[in-house]
């Protein structure tokens, strides 16, 4: 069992900057690809990001490259999600969540573990 408490999220400005991170607890950390998520009233839950168990390899929806950033700290068991840029289409709650494989997956059954999330609102 891995849990996951996100944190870091709030209302900020359209082009403003957020810095989310999630820290799990329970199990060896660098056993997990680690994912961001978000979900909007209303959608369904739509993939962010995700990174690879050692952090070498990242991976991005179209809708956030280049203007967030996946990282991880294998020592603090900790994920982070660095967004710059930030716009009104992007407020949403978001989810940090956790898939015990090798490989990087891009969709919401992918993954075993899930954080309570935490809410980003963005003000035009």
């Known amino acids: 069992q891995v849990q996951l408490v996100e944190s870091g999220g709030g209302l900020v400005q359209a082009g403003g900057s957020l810095r989310l991170s999630c820290v799990a607890s329970?199990?060896?950390?660098?056993?997990?690809?680690m994912g961001w998520f978000r979900q909007a009233p209303g959608k369904e839950r739509e993939f962010l990001a995700a990174?690879?168990?050692?952090?070498?390899?990242?991976y991005y929806a179209e809708s956030v490259k280049g203007r967030f950033t996946i990282s991880r700290d294998n020592v603090k068991n900790t994920v982070t999600l660095q967004m710059n840029s930030l716009k009104p289409e992007d407020a949403a709650v978001y989810y940090c969540?956790?898939?015990?494989?090798?490989?990087?997956?891009?969709?919401?059954?992918?993954?075993?573990?899930w954080g309570q999330g935490t809410q980003v609102t963005v003000s035009s």
């Open positions: 329970g199990r060896t950390f660098s056993w997990y690809v």
């Open positions: 969540a956790a898939r015990h494989s090798m490989v990087v997956g891009r969709n919401a059954y992918e993954y075993d573990y």
């Open positions: 990174i690879s168990r050692s952090g070498s390899n990242s």
